[in-house]
């Protein structure tokens, strides 16, 4: 049988250690769980995925200190974990969903957040809904060359061509990455081909810019192809007509 005096020390440990079981520590260790366990990363598990989740829920249920980082970390370990699951569709859109409640209750939280906000555009439908989401991103950051190509896109399916396709030439005047300037380039073309109203010389300027992010990204990487290129199409799209349809 247990001494009385050493019944009186485990009584007095146990409050101690359950007492250090604290937000902080359940949002430390399931800060770590979910880096450590992402999709690609080197020894992650589901297994650690999930135990990252749980930790996360204690430090919100514990009334955490950080609660918008770790709402942050508990959406991107929904998104890992409809990945983990992803032949089981069913459960994938299970986690998604998940996903997509995390971003609205981030955007009650800080509606001004940048991050928060490009997020939270994933929960909505194309189309209009979107559209003041991505004009409020802008209005926190007019360099958002992600929200400002959205918006782009958007206004260019509303109809709203002319203020469309400015939103999108000065998404591509301002990208600074040679492959996203030549990945926006071609969608702009694409969506004037849509549109029914092609870009003149669209297959030259595809090559350009081609033949521009190759020089930006071999060997040192010469930036002033690039930088010529932008200004000539950003004045291509000046001067291209495209009216709305009816």
């Given at each position: 049988m247990l001494s009385v005096s050493l019944l009186l020390a485990v009584v007095l440990i146990a409050p101690s250690v359950r007492a250090q079981n604290t937000s902080a520590d359940h949002f430390a260790r399931g800060k770590q769980?979910?880096?450590n366990n992402c999709v690609d990363c080197e020894g992650g598990t589901q297994k650690g995925e999930e135990e990252g989740i749980r930790e996360l829920e204690?430090?919100?249920e514990a009334h955490s200190e950080k609660p918008v980082d770790a709402y942050k970390l508990l959406a991107e370990a929904y998104a890992n974990m409809s990945?983990?699951?992803g032949k089981d569709e069913t459960q994938?859109?299970?986690f998604r969903n998940?996903?997509?409640?995390?971003y609205r209750k981030l955007y009650a939280l800080v509606p001004e957040d940048e991050e928060v906000l490009m997020d939270y555009s994933r929960t909505l439908p194309e189309g209009k809904e979107q559209i003041p989401i991505f004009q409020k991103v802008l209005s926190v950051n007019p360099k958002n060359t992600n929200a400002r190509f959205s918006l782009g896109e958007l206004l260019f399916r509303e109809n709203k061509v002319k203020e469309g396709l400015e939103e999108m030439k000065q998404?591509?005047?301002l990208e600074s990455d040679p492959e996203s300037v030549r990945n926006d380039v071609q969608r702009v073309i694409e969506a004037l081909d849509q549109h029914h109203c092609p870009l003149q010389n669209a297959a030259a300027y595809n090559d350009e810019v081609f033949e521009a992010e190759t020089a930006a990204t071999q060997g040192a990487g010469n930036p002033q192809p690039m930088v010529?290129?932008?200004k000539k199409f950003a004045?291509?799209?000046?001067q291209h007509a495209c009216v709305a349809r009816e």
């Open positions: 769980l979910v880096e204690a430090a919100l990945t983990y699951v994938a859109r299970a998940k996903e997509y409640d995390i998404a591509v005047a010529a290129f932008k004045a291509a799209l000046e």
